[in-house]
């Protein structure tokens, strides 16, 4: 039996296309995942946190990459434990990938909440609503 699917790793693909530019992709996925972070720290109290302060943007020093890392924390017991807001990339190389991901506290019986817009030069998006509990063994 054999398969037409091709598993490719993220050199092979950006050695296709090299040099694409994602600069409209990224403001366009970054816009939303502002919007949804902003929405979610609207409702649950979060501060930044020390980790991140002096990544908010950033370049390698060859200018082969670029990004931004924002973390924020909160009370676990009130909402949310952790969050981060971040991307990482060269938008003139063919290269994105940005995340929103929200950690929840403990006592919250809801799942933590991921999404990953990305491009190599292709677009992807991930989503995902990481189960607290096995759900097999505990509805």
Do not use: C
């Not at 092979?12 to 939303?32: K, R």
């Not at 991921?114 to 030069?121: E, L, Q, Y």
């Amino acid at each position: 039996m054999t398969s037409s699917v091709q598993t490719k790793t993220i050199p092979e693909f950006l050695a296709e296309a090299p040099d694409v530019d994602t600069t409209e992709l990224w403001a366009a996925f970054w816009e939303i995942l502002t919007e949804a972070k902003d929405r979610i720290t609207a409702e649950l109290d979060v501060q930044p946190h020390p980790s991140s302060a002096d990544l908010g943007s950033w370049t390698t020093p060859d200018g082969g990459y670029e990004g931004s890392l924002n973390t924020f924390t909160g009370d676990p017991d009130n909402g949310v434990e952790w969050l981060v807001h971040s991307w990482i990339g060269n938008r003139k190389a063919s290269i994105l990938d940005m995340n929103l991901q929200v950690w929840l506290g403990p006592h919250i019986d809801v799942p933590h909440l991921v999404i990953v817009f990305g491009t190599v030069p292709n677009v992807f998006h991930f989503s995902d609503l990481v189960p607290r509990r096995d759900l097999m063994t505990d509805i």
